[in-house]
């Protein structure tokens, strides 16, 4: 079931530990995740865009935004259509590898 597209709601109590976390330490990565995935063989940029885009217009955890809203931090979704356009994909353009030293 979809949420609501930006109503404010409280934190659950793991996100309000995180929140307060990160007001302490504004510059700390320790809650960043990232992980890139290499695709090799024939490529369509718009295709995959489309792709992506209907992925995070599906899913509200793509859409969660934060923010501090005076009576404390709240959290809301935003309307499906709000991503980013654009990309930082480097399909278009292979990349070189360096042999691996053994």
Same mark, same amino acid.
């Given at each position: 079931?979809?949420?609501?597209?930006?109503?404010l709601r409280e934190?659950?109590?793991?996100?309000?530990?995180?929140?307060?976390?990160?007001q302490l330490e504004?510059?700390?990565?320790?809650?960043?995740?990232?992980? /890139? *995935?290499?695709?090799? @063989?024939?490529?369509?940029?718009?295709?995959?865009?489309? +792709?992506? &885009?209907?992925t995070l217009d $599906?899913?509200?955890?793509?859409?969660?935004?934060?923010?501090?809203?005076?009576?404390?931090?709240?959290? /809301? *979704?935003?309307?499906? @259509?709000?991503?980013?356009?654009?990309?930082?994909?480097? +399909?278009? &353009?292979?990349?070189?590898? $360096?042999?691996?030293?053994?």
């Amino acid at each position: 079931m979809a949420a609501a597209e930006n109503v404010l709601r409280e934190l659950m109590a793991g996100q309000l530990g995180i929140w307060n976390a990160q007001q302490l330490e504004p510059e700390s990565l320790a809650f960043n995740v990232s992980e /890139y *995935v290499e695709l090799r @063989g024939e490529f369509d940029v718009e295709l995959f865009q489309e +792709a992506l &885009r209907r992925t995070l217009d $599906r899913a509200d955890a793509f859409r969660l935004r934060f923010t501090d809203s005076g009576g404390g931090p709240r959290q /809301y *979704v935003d309307p499906a @259509g709000s991503a980013p356009s654009g990309s930082s994909t480097s +399909a278009a &353009r292979p990349t070189r590898r $360096r042999p691996r030293r053994s």
